[in-house]
């Protein structure tokens, strides 16, 4: 029981890089699931919603600037 204990408690060591291209293959929609169960474990959960409320930002704000660029 204690080796469970002492497993969730240790830190998840992802770095920026991989929890960007968790998120980018999310967004895609293609992942294997042997890579998806590496990133629970790997990935911090808060590190992911924040890279994902950035990539949400920037995608709307490419289509919005794309929008504009083709109705000028």
Do not use: C, E
């Amino acid at each position: 029981m204690s080796h469970k204990v002492a497993a969730m408690a240790s830190p998840r060591k992802g770095s920026i890089l991989q929890t960007a291209r968790a998120v980018a293959w999310a967004f895609l929609g293609v992942r294997k699931n042997s890579a998806y169960q590496q990133d629970l474990g790997r990935l911090n959960p808060l590190h992911v919603i924040v890279v994902a409320l950035v990539a949400a930002l920037l995608f709307v704000l490419a289509l919005v600037g794309l929008v504009h660029w083709v109705v000028n």
